[in-house]
């Protein structure tokens, strides 16, 4: 008896070969995946060749990033929370790490120091005090003189320095006491107190607690020579009699 030979057509051969895979299980499989694993890695990977959209989103995890490699350029800051607050001066004094951040006690009193804006305090070095802002000080001028020429005179004279420059001059009528003695120099428009001084805006107003001699005048004005001072004023003194001779007391300024 004569046999024939079968002639297998192409597709019968790709389903022959699919068989065989399916009848050997995974582990052909698995050893094909290791073969091209040792024939792929890295460094065949041409740099810049892979786009973005052929990586899986939210594939890459933070572990899989270099530590410091990200700059603001890679993030968006916008997306940022805010920082809660600032870790407070004596727990990083005590971890030894006292950044800029950390020596405020929290964001807010650093635009606020002790509660009080900037623009409060006090003191305006060689600025101009801000229309509206009242600034305080005190006084104090004293002497001893037992021997005076005829007639006798005491006549006794301090500059007070403002902590910064008046918005506009001061001249001897705008410098006065509350309570002068004698009745020339007397501002009715100066009602504060010498613990609580005030003074009304554009005015120096002199709160006088203590002179040292029973006859002693006191007065209030700008500094001599001067057509107008922006820098301070004067308190005078005088005494008809010999020994000691002074004033003291409070001022204030508000700038117009």
Not at 25 to 53: D, F, H, M, V
Not at 185 to 203: E, F, H, I, M, R
């Amino acid at each position: 008896m004569f046999s024939k030979r079968m002639r297998v057509s192409p597709a019968m051969g790709v389903a022959l070969v699919a068989l065989a895979f399916a009848v050997s299980g995974t582990s052909l499989a698995q050893g094909a995946a290791t073969r091209i694993g040792k024939l792929i890695s890295g460094s065949s990977i041409k740099k810049g060749s892979i786009p973005g959209n052929r990586l899986t989103k939210g594939g890459v995890t933070a572990d899989r990033i270099k530590s410091n490699s990200l700059t603001g350029k890679q993030i968006n800051e916008g997306t940022l929370a805010k920082v809660p607050s600032a870790v407070s001066a004596d727990k990083a004094q005590t971890a030894g790490t006292t950044t800029n951040a950390q020596r405020a006690t929290n964001a807010d009193n650093a635009l606020a120091l002790g509660g009080v804006a900037a623009a409060g305090y006090r003191t305006f070095a060689t600025r101009t005090i801000p229309s509206g802002i009242t600034v305080t000080g005190a006084f104090g001028i004293s002497s001893n003189i037992t021997t005076l020429t005829a007639p006798p005179t005491n006549d006794l004279r301090e500059v007070v320095q403002l902590p910064g420059l008046a918005p506009a001059d001061l001249i001897d009528a705008t410098v006065n006491f509350a309570n002068a003695i004698g009745p020339l120099d007397v501002d009715l428009s100066c009602t504060g107190t010498p613990n609580a001084p005030t003074a009304p805006a554009g005015k120096v107003c002199l709160y006088l607690t203590e002179t040292q001699s029973p006859d002693t005048t006191v007065e209030g004005t700008a500094i001599p020579s001067l057509l107008g001072s922006r820098a301070g004023f004067v308190v005078h003194a005088t005494s008809l009699t010999t020994g000691s001779t002074g004033a003291f007391g409070t001022w204030a300024y508000t700038a117009p």
